[in-house]
Each structure stands twice: as C-alpha cells, then as structure tokens.
C-alpha cells in the first residue's frame, strides 16, 4: 500500500536548560518484540510525494523568471542561506564541519552524488561525499517503477536541503529495501537501519521525510498503541546516546491519509514519528524572498486548500502520546496531548526549492519541490550547525525549542526564534489549527533566524 498526500512554563536560559536533562529513555525490544507482524503494518511514504510542481528544465528558473512565467516562487540554496541569516556563522567557520547528518529513504537514488555534485557546482557552493549504506536487501534500482522513483526524488530533496544548509556537514544516506511488491511495509527496516548507526556512533541528527497517520497503526481503535509503540527503540537509543531525531509534520494539514492512501480522514488526525515526544516535528512555512534571498514579508503558514490543492502544514494533536514536560508551557494549546509541530521551516510548493535528478526519463534535470519534507532537511542543516558551535551533540532539542519560546513571550531578545501568526492548517473540508502568537498547533514555535538561533540552541544543549 503507498499513501498518497493527494497532490500529494521555562523563564530563564538556565531553567531551561535544567529541564533539558529530564528526558524519555529506554532500550531497544528483544528481537521479534514487535506487536504485529510486518506485513500489518502501515507503510511510511515520502512527505513530498507529488509536490513536484516544475520541471524537469534543463537549467533552474531565476525567482523572477518563475513568478512571472509560472506565478510561484523558487529558490537556490544561496536564497536559503541568506534568508535564513547563515552567513555570520560560515564566517565563524560553522558550516557543520565534523558533524554528520543521517537521511533515511527507501531504495534511494542511483545518482545522489552526481546530482549533488551538479547541484552545488550550479550554484557556486563545495560539494561534499554522500556516504551510502545499504541496510538489509535493497533492491536494483528501476526508473519505470513509481514507488522507487518517489523515493528517489525524496532522496535527492532531503541531500541537497542538508547540504544547502550545512555543506561542511557530512552525509550519510541509509537506503532500505522496501518493496511493497513484496508485502514489506518499511518501518521495521527504518527503525532498525537507524538503530544499528546509532549503536554505531555514526550521526548527530536524524532526518525523516517519511510519516503515516497515527490511525492507521493496528490496534489504534480499540486503544491498543503497541504496534506503534513497539518500534520506537531507535529514538530512544538516539534519546540516550544525545542525537537529535527530526520527522516532518505531513503535508495534508490537520488530516492525514486514509490506510488505503487515496482518501484523507475526514475529521483531525496526526501523523507518526513527527507524534513521537523524542522526535521533533517540522512544520512548513510559506517563505517570500527576493532575488538575493531577502525576505519581502514575513513567513507565514503553509496552507493552500482547494482550488489550488498544493497541500498545508501537518500538525494536531497526538492521540498516542500524552502532553510531555516539555510542552508543559503550552498545556493552554496543546491540552493533555503531545502537539505537533515543535519548529518550522519552507515548505510550501509554491514557495518551493530547485534540487537535481538524473536517474530516469522523467526525473532528467531541475526540479521544483515543496513540502515538510523540505523543511525537515533544512532544519537538520541547523542543527548539525549547532552541534559544531556546542562541540557536541544535542540530543533531544524539544526543551531548548519551548525554554526559548517561552523566553521570547516573556520579551526576551535575540531568542532566534521567530514567531509566525495569522491563518491556519485546513486542509480539505477538514477544520485545522489557528496561528496564533507563540506556540501553535501549525507552526510550532515560529521558525529561526539561524545566526541568532544556534548560540543559543547551542548553549542550551
């Protein structure tokens, strides 16, 4: 089964950081632990799964060419870097040199060094070795088949947003051999190829573009969490190890796909792992720049209903998990279950990022993405940022995120933190959450000027 996504209260930095130790720990289950047998279980798909919305071209559009041709943004990653205030740290040196950043996707791509390497040469910026491991069977890579190429697209997204945001960082890419021709469903193979790198000390952040509705886990109705609850050994060995697990928040708004993947459920609902309290989940934002990157107004929501159907932020309310300590701050917002998303970054499709494909017919040349599968990435560029400024892992970020927020709505300066207000998450008929000052349940805390942003999350860390 692939889904689809349709178109497809801390006071002071000290305060802070002792609440920064308090944290979900845990071992892995024995082997065979597992509540449910794999073929039972949902299958993660790709956040960006049809948010292609350009290309290919055989050269990127400049931001102009594009609003003027196609009434869209598109951006490169020296917009990205400038938007996001990168540049006071590269001249620091912290570009996320000695750090790694960890991509998990199925299959991935045949291609992912020599698109990178295209991909940074167009744009002026060093390329870097994308370390590929291969966990369990993968197989041959075909460009006729839709589910591989998805995934490879997704890989592609996910290398260059880490690298645009950090290009001294390191890059592991864990391909896995999920082939649901086969009955496999994925999960078991992610968690267990995330696993064994971090029992390995391979990786300081973690980068997930892949999720499924918190509902469509065996179980979920009659209140029986186990299937789910049974594979998070790998977050809580990253949790005990100090690495830092990112998810995307989904982009269907405050709905999610359906088990059969073409329908969306009609009332709210979240998605795993970005529902996961040792997961931190990214929003997306609609991000306006001109040319050189300098933002035309502020970032607002990423939510673009019916009759454009280009998809809105995931995020809502877990029914899984309660309202962990972190979020105590927030408990007005998110009540007693864990909220999602806790940050944001671009996301919007019409908004979007150029990345480079080589690897079939339909995937030759400049193309343009959107999605928190976008987000996600980008945001794994600043942390491994962070981790080269602390000299150290940072774990779980979740406390640092709400110790900052809460600082900044109590008027604290240079927080890096910057709050997005106004509109909601709706999406298809189904009512989503308001964007409201401080945190909400579409936007999370804001989203980050980054030069202000990792000294901070940094010395919280």
Not at 250 to 273: F, H, I, K, Q
Request: proline share 8%.
């Amino acid at each position: 089964m692939r889904r689809s996504t349709r178109h497809l209260t801390v006071s002071t930095l000290a305060a802070a950081a002792l609440v920064a130790g308090t944290a979900l720990t845990g071992a892995a289950p024995a082997a065979g632990a597992l509540a449910a047998p794999a073929h039972r279980l949902p299958a993660p798909v790709p956040a960006a799964a049809h948010h292609r919305l350009l290309g290919p071209f055989p050269n990127p559009s400049s931001v102009a060419d594009c609003q003027a041709q196609y009434q869209r943004s598109c951006y490169g990653p020296t917009q990205l870097e400038q938007a996001y205030d990168e540049q006071p740290l590269f001249d620091r040196g912290i570009n996320g040199a000695g750090r790694t950043i960890v991509i998990v996707d199925s299959f991935g791509s045949p291609t992912i060094q020599h698109d990178l390497d295209v991909y940074s040469a167009h744009y002026g910026i060093p390329s870097t070795n994308v370390q590929v491991v291969k966990w369990g069977n993968v197989p041959v890579f075909d460009p006729t088949d839709d589910d591989m190429t998805g995934w490879a697209e997704e890989t592609t997204i996910d290398v260059d947003m880490a690298h645009a945001m950090a290009p001294g960082a390191k890059i592991v890419l864990v391909e896995t051999g999920v082939s649901e021709t086969t009955g496999t469903t994925g999960f078991p193979e992610m968690m267990g190829a995330e696993d064994s790198l971090i029992k390995q000390g391979v990786g300081d952040v973690i980068s997930q573009s892949f999720g499924t509705a918190e509902n469509t886990f065996p179980g979920f109705d009659q209140g029986d969490y186990s299937s789910l609850l049974n594979l998070r050994y790998a977050y809580k060995d990253a949790q005990a190890r100090g690495v830092t697990v990112l998810a995307s928040s989904g982009d269907n708004g405050a709905t999610d796909a359906e088990p059969d993947g073409s329908t969306l459920y009609p009332y709210p609902v979240t998605s795993w792992p970005p529902s996961d309290p040792l997961v931190t989940g990214v929003g997306g934002t609609s991000v306006h720049l001109d040319a050189q990157g300098n933002r035309l107004s502020p970032d607002t929501v990423w939510d673009d209903p019916a009759p454009n159907d280009h998809g809105a932020t995931g995020g809502g309310k877990s029914k899984v998990f309660p309202r962990p300590l972190f979020q105590l701050g927030v408990r007005n917002t998110v009540g007693s279950s864990r909220g999602v998303p806790d940050i944001s970054m671009l996301g919007d499709p019409l908004t979007g990022v150029w990345t480079y494909n080589s690897f079939g017919p339909q995937d030759n040349g400049w193309e343009l993405w959107g999605g928190t599968s976008v987000a996600a990435p980008i945001f794994s560029g600043v942390v491994a940022l962070a981790d080269q400024a602390a000299g150290h892992r940072l774990g779980n970020i979740n406390y640092a995120l709400y110790g900052l927020s809460a600082l900044q709505q109590a008027g604290a300066p240079d927080t890096g933190l910057t709050d997005v207000v106004g509109g909601s998450n709706s999406y298809d008929g189904v009512t989503g959450w308001p964007v409201t000052p401080g945190y909400d349940l579409a936007t999370g805390v804001g989203t980050v000027d980054v030069a202000k942003f990792v000294p901070k999350l940094a010395l919280l860390g």
